[in-house]
């Protein structure tokens, strides 16, 4: 039993690796130079913690500030973390399915498929997106003790106060806690105390925390058509395909109440990221919680059709195939293009400053200016007096290369 689990994991690790091994050798991206110069302004673990506006991405700069400190801006060990908490979180998906005995046989493919899906790629391929990666990590580690019971309550707890300070959103764990172990309800009051308080931070900041004041949520976004865009977006396409081949049994009770509950889960973890204002379309990095249902959903499908009999064993290890070839296709060559394309304005600013030197003009640039702030102060070594970001300032101080991206 031993060996085959280990087999298990293995395979599961090597999965994630084989998706997303073209992360590896991408550049930093956008916010990962100002998240990064945050880390290192708070200088130690107990600062961000005292901070009322970044105590609830606490676990980010924890994460980021020893990595900092070993190899400075190494793209490789900031992208090597990420895939190695991906890795730990498939393995999560796939004890929480051997957990609940309706998601038991799903559980190698349910990991499997949340292993290697293109979906939430954003959350894995880009730094920045880390918190979403240590949300689910000590999330799904509460989940797993909630679901033991009683005498795990005390680390489950725990796990979920790290998952708190990983990202506000972790508070819908309490729903998850419930929706997957309803019978252990009279052990929840720790765990909404503490989501209790951390929702009180967040009120308490709300007034002036940049997270609220730049506009991008709000409780009257349109979230009616946020919500279900954001269903139908992560169930295309393998989300509908196991759906179909699921209804075609519906008869089979287990089965359904499954599959009803991987929905579930899935509308449950997008719901904080309904009430977005700056676009109706939940980026994809958000989307890292829900794709675990997703993954259930689409295990309990190929579980179901390789207890069918040899011809419908068949068509489940097609499906399977195709969904890897589908996935890892998408990820190897489209996705990163993308986040390529993303980098390069980051990229070229930083090897012409390193080339011409200081001070530098920043005239045009097509992220914020933080970004290309940061980007030449931590990756080109450039002092704050030689970064010019206005018009003004460059007729005073006579820049030696003026920067504009085109």
Known sequence: ??????????????????????ALNLPLIEDDYP??????????YAAPLANPIFRLRTTSYWAMLPLWRAVRLAPLAYHITSLILHIANTWLVYFACLAWPRTRRAALWAAGFFAIHEGHQEAVMWFSAIAELLQFFFGGLALLCWMRGRWWNAAGVACFALALI??????????????TAVRNWRWIPPYAALAAVA?????????????????????HAPFWITWPRGMARILWIWGFVAAAVIALRWHNRQLRTAALMALAWMGIALAPYSFLTYSTQIPSRQTYLASAGLAVLFGLAIARLCEEGVSARRVAIALAVVALLHNVGYLWTKKRAQFIERAQPTEQLIRIAREKGG????????RPLLIAQEALHLGAGLPPEDIILSEAD????????VFCYR
């Open 1 to 22: 039993m031993g060996e085959s689990l280990a087999v298990r994991l293995i395979v599961l690790a090597a999965l994630c690796v084989l998706a997303y091994a073209p």
């Open 35 to 44: 998240n990064i110069a945050q880390a290192q302004l708070f200088g130690g």
């Open 166 to 179: 990983s990202k506000e959103s972790a508070v819908v764990f309490l729903a998850l806690f419930l929706l």
């Open 199 to 219: 929702l009180a931070g967040v009120v308490a900041t709300s007034g002036y925390s940049f997270r609220f004041s730049d506009g991008s949520f709000s409780l």
């Open 359 to 366: 001070p530098v003009w920043v005239r045009c640039f097509p």
């Open 394 to 401: 460059a007729a005073v101080r006579k820049p030696a290369v």
